[in-house]
């Protein structure tokens, strides 16, 4: 089945823990990004890769790192995380981020910093 | 300003209503518009997307878009319950591929 997965689902840590979420897709994209989706605000692109190895900011991109080894997978790196970045956060997956691809999205990971 | 605005509703309508949403935006490059559902604890999934000014029908979906009033709209016929969901406008400029979404608009269709 084509998908993408994130994990984990949910997440509490404390502030200043690294953390890291995982994301794969299985259908041979090139293009895949993160999201994060607050109440109020829609969804903000935290980052994007084209390709492997290449990564670049989205609209949020402070607090976050990411990167791209694989083309399968893409993982969300907080180095130090805070409570505003209590969020849901989408991976998505497109064929090669053309403005008529559709983008697919994982089942999200609900993320609290206390 | 954000560059997309939906309202948030919540909106709730009986089964077998008409349901009208939509979205207004700023960003005259938008060209590609696109409508996603997103059921609780899941993530989006595209329904509809249509390219510049005009109208795409679907089953009982239905996406307008007025490029001239810079407004984008989505009917949904003899709503049903599995409806229920979070509807989000999003779009897509080609000067850089960007996709900007609305904040999206929760919808009950209640039995």
């Known amino acids: 089945e084509a998908q993408v997965t994130q994990n984990p689902r949910y997440l509490i840590t404390v502030t200043g823990k690294k953390l890291t979420v995982t994301c794969s897709q299985n259908?041979?994209?090139?293009?895949m990004s993160w999201y994060r989706q607050d109440p109020g605000l829609g969804l903000r692109q935290i980052y994007y890769?084209?390709?492997?190895?290449?990564?670049d900011k989205g609209d949020v991109p402070e607090g976050y790192k990411v990167s791209r080894k694989e083309k399968r997978n893409f993982p969300l790196i907080l180095e130090s995380p805070s409570p505003n970045q209590t969020s849901l956060y989408f991976c998505?997956?497109?064929?090669?981020?053309?403005?008529?691809?559709?983008?697919?999205f994982g089942p999200g990971t609900r993320l609290t910093v206390l | 300003q954000k560059e997309v605005e939906q309202d948030p509703g919540p909106l709730s309508v009986p089964e077998g209503a008409i349901v009208s949403l939509n979205c207004t935006y700023s960003?005259?490059?938008?060209?590609?518009f696109m409508w996603y559902r997103q059921y609780s604890r899941k993530g989006p999934e595209l329904l509809m997307y249509?390219?510049?000014?005009g109208n795409k029908e679907d089953g009982r979906f239905t996406a307008q878009v007025d490029k001239s009033s810079k407004y984008i709209s989505l009917f949904i016929r003899d709503s049903q319950p599995s409806d229920s969901a979070t509807y989000l406008c999003?779009?897509?400029?080609?000067?850089?591929?960007?996709?900007?979404f609305g904040a999206g608009t929760t919808v009950t269709v209640r039995a």
């Open positions: 960003n005259s490059a938008f060209q590609y």
């Open positions: 999003a779009m897509v400029s080609l000067t850089d591929y960007k996709l900007s």
């Open positions: 998505a997956s497109s064929l090669s981020g053309g403005a008529t691809d559709t983008q697919y």
């Open positions: 249509t390219y510049s000014s």
């Open positions: 890769s084209m390709n492997v190895e290449v990564t």
């Open positions: 259908m041979n994209h090139e293009y």
